[in-house]
């Protein structure tokens, strides 16, 4: 198969693996992935995952590469947070959570962070599409309870207000019955509490 052969097949795939390759060319060999490289056709993203050389990279095309190179996972943490407008900073690295192993992947495209969680806390995500492609994303009360259950410290006002959290947003945004429903279904006696304290802090400051 011819690079524009491949590409022409492979077009609604942001990143695409080798096995995606052999689906539409059984007798694919490898070799030519490297001779691709070469010639800047492609681009490794870690092992057994591509992507065209001229695929224009932005944050949505980043979201389904994290989702894709490391499964199960979806965007969650401070990624998630940045999305809903809940912090204000830029975000170092594409966060994620899954459950398979914490693992950090470096890329060309950027850094790809995940957190193991266990697999019945893989929950709470939902898909969306931009552009034709699709990633899963938390929805704003998992990515909260989520940012907590990893973050075991944020559990007072000075943490709370070291993050900067844009509580207008949060208060307009929160579906409190929906996140106390998660939150029960991570059976986390000290998860609750710091909940708590959460809700308690963004309450007190309007």
């Known amino acids: 198969m011819q690079y524009l052969e491949l590409k022409t097949q492979l077009k609604d795939f942001p990143v695409f693996s080798i096995k995606d390759i052999e689906k539409v060319d059984l007798s694919f060999h490898k070799q030519r992935l490297s001779e691709w490289q070469k010639k800047d056709y492609v681009k490794k993203i870690r092992q057994g995952f591509y992507i065209f050389s001229d695929l224009q990279i932005n944050e949505k095309i980043l979201f389904t590469i994290a989702n894709r190179i490391y499964e199960p996972s979806y965007i969650s943490l401070e990624m998630a947070l940045s999305i809903y407008g809940i912090i204000p900073e830029a975000v170092y690295g594409v966060t994620s959570v899954t459950s398979q192993n914490t693992k950090k992947i470096q890329t060309p495209v950027g850094d790809f962070i995940y957190r193991h969680t266990q697999p019945d806390l893989m929950f709470g995500y939902e898909l969306r599409e931009h552009d034709g492609h699709h990633y899963q994303v938390a929805e704003l009360e ?31 945004k929160l579906n409190i019955e929906k996140f106390n429903k998660y939150l029960e279904a991570f059976h986390s006696k000290a998860l609750v509490r710091r909940a708590k304290k959460f809700l308690t802090y963004i309450n007190k400051h309007a």
């Open 142 to 172: 998992k990515a909260i309870l989520d940012y907590l259950y990893f973050n075991s410290k944020m559990s007072d006002t000075e943490s709370f207000e070291g993050m900067r959290f844009n509580v207008s947003e949060l208060k307009e």
